[in-house]
């Protein structure tokens, strides 16, 4: 089974519409990232969190909102989304125990279109 | 997190090693240097990192410069799945905001 995980994997939206991303990890990690990437493009990161009760914003987290419900789940809010929010959504998670020794564990993707 | 410089794309054949470099002129002292790659249509995936002794693991080397101004990620025998976009990154391991910075990569591709 992955480590990270992410739901859905594709989805189609509507302007205006309220979406959530979800994002689980197996792997025990206390810092959970979301990261968005635009065709040709580098990831950008949106937001992150040290642990349950603290998220910070990342480079671009206008028109986002997350919540962390659990140390293994961290959800991405678009609550109103619009066309130049369709890209591809990353989560990933790191542990904390050495901040930059130590990598960053990618999900799979989710494919996200705003129509 | 300082800035790098990586060539937008290299081609290198099947089975011969491949020396993907990154430039970095303005690293800091405490700066961690990361190499992730990405696969079409997968998340980005950790690959290597150091500061400032040469490191090796089982998918690649990392050679740092005695400068740390640049660096180079070794494949040392390159397979047609190590074809992907490669992003060299600075960490800083100092406190501040957390996350990657990625830049656009250096495509690599892999010839039969």
């Known amino acids: 089974d992955a480590d990270v995980t992410q739901t859905p994997r594709n989805r189609i939206t509507k302007t205006g519409k309220r979406i959530m991303l979800e994002c689980s990890q197996t792997?025990?990690?206390?810092?959970m990232y979301w990261y968005r990437q635009d065709p040709g493009l580098g990831l950008r990161l949106i937001y992150y969190?040290?642990?349950?009760?603290?998220?910070n914003k990342g480079e671009i987290s206008d028109g986002y909102s997350v919540s962390r419900q659990a140390q293994a789940k961290f959800s991405l809010s678009l609550e109103s989304a619009i066309p130049n929010q369709t890209a591809l959504y990353f989560c990933?998670?790191?542990?904390?125990?050495?901040?930059?020794?130590?990598?960053?564990?990618f999900g799979p993707g989710t494919r996200l279109t705003v129509l | 997190d300082a800035k790098t410089t990586q060539p937008n794309s290299m081609e290198s054949n099947e089975e011969e090693p491949v020396h993907l470099p990154c430039n970095h002129s303005?690293?800091?002292?405490?700066?961690?240097i990361h190499w992730y790659r990405q696969l079409p249509s997968q998340g980005p995936e950790y690959v290597i990192h150091?500061?400032?002794s040469n490191v090796n693991n089982r998918m690649a080397s990392l050679a740092i410069a005695e400068d740390r101004k640049s660096s180079t990620l070794i494949l040392h025998r390159a397979t047609l799945r190590d074809a992907a976009v490669y992003y060299c990154?600075?960490?800083?391991?100092?406190?501040?905001?957390?996350?990657?910075?990625f830049g656009k990569g250096t495509h690599l591709i892999i010839q039969p």
């Open positions: 990154i600075l960490k800083c391991s100092g406190g501040g905001a957390d996350g990657l910075t």
């Open positions: 150091g500061l400032t």
């Open positions: 990933a998670t790191s542990d904390s125990s050495g901040r930059a020794i130590y990598g960053q564990f």
């Open positions: 969190s040290f642990d349950v009760k603290d998220i």
């Open positions: 792997k025990g990690h206390d810092r």
């Open positions: 303005t690293i800091s002292g405490t700066d961690y």
